[in-house]
Structure formats: structure tokens, C-alpha cells
């Protein structure tokens, strides 16, 4: 298994491994696209951004610095602008 699974990878492992008979299947693969899913879907959940004192803002999951998005540049943190609109 590849260290490092990606989303789409691991959405194809999960597909894969939930046909397979229940006493057949690879319960780490299972395990590791499982995690690497909710990884994916926790980035979907929008998060408030920390507001800076001179007009920029800085990312909740990565503190990254940035101006006005919907998602961090960097990590691709959703971010709720509720609070700003």
C-alpha cells in the first residue's frame, strides 16, 4: 500500500474493498482509504476565519495568510464568511 493515499485513490479503494466478501477484506487498506475520506470531507466544513488587524485573514486549519476566499489556497479549508457578509 502506497504511504501516501490520495482522495480519489482512496474513494476507489473503499468502492473496491465494500464488494468484496466480508471475510476477504483488507481491513488496513479499508482502514486507511476510510481515513484519508474523512480527511476530505472534514476540509469541506466551513470554518471561521482569524481576522488580522490590517485586512487579511488567516486560515483556521493551516494559518496561512490570505484575502478573502472561499477556500485557503493552501490546504483548501472551506471558509464561512457568514459572520462577514
Given at each position: 500500500?502506497?504511504?501516501?493515499?490520495?482522495?480519489?485513490?482512496?474513494?476507489?479503494?473503499?468502492?473496491?474493498?465494500?464488494s468484496?466478501?466480508?471475510?476477504?477484506?483488507?481491513?488496513?487498506?479499508?482502514?486507511?482509504?476510510?481515513?484519508?475520506?474523512?480527511?476530505?470531507?472534514?476540509?469541506?466544513?466551513?470554518?471561521?476565519?482569524?481576522?488580522?488587524?490590517?485586512?487579511?485573514?488567516?486560515?483556521?486549519?493551516?494559518?496561512?495568510?490570505?484575502?478573502?476566499?472561499?477556500?485557503?489556497?493552501?490546504c483548501?479549508?472551506a471558509?464561512?464568511?457568514?459572520?462577514?457578509?
Amino acid at each position: 500500500m502506497p504511504d501516501e493515499m490520495t482522495y480519489r485513490t482512496a474513494v476507489i479503494e473503499v468502492n473496491r474493498l465494500k464488494s468484496q466478501e466480508r471475510m476477504d477484506i483488507d481491513r488496513e487498506r479499508l482502514n486507511a482509504a476510510i481515513d484519508k475520506l474523512i480527511e476530505a470531507a472534514r476540509f469541506r466544513i466551513k470554518r471561521k476565519p482569524i481576522i488580522n488587524c490590517y485586512g487579511t485573514f488567516t486560515c483556521p486549519n493551516c494559518k496561512t495568510e490570505y484575502i478573502c476566499t472561499k477556500y485557503c489556497d493552501r490546504c483548501g479549508q472551506a471558509i464561512d464568511w457568514s459572520d462577514y457578509e
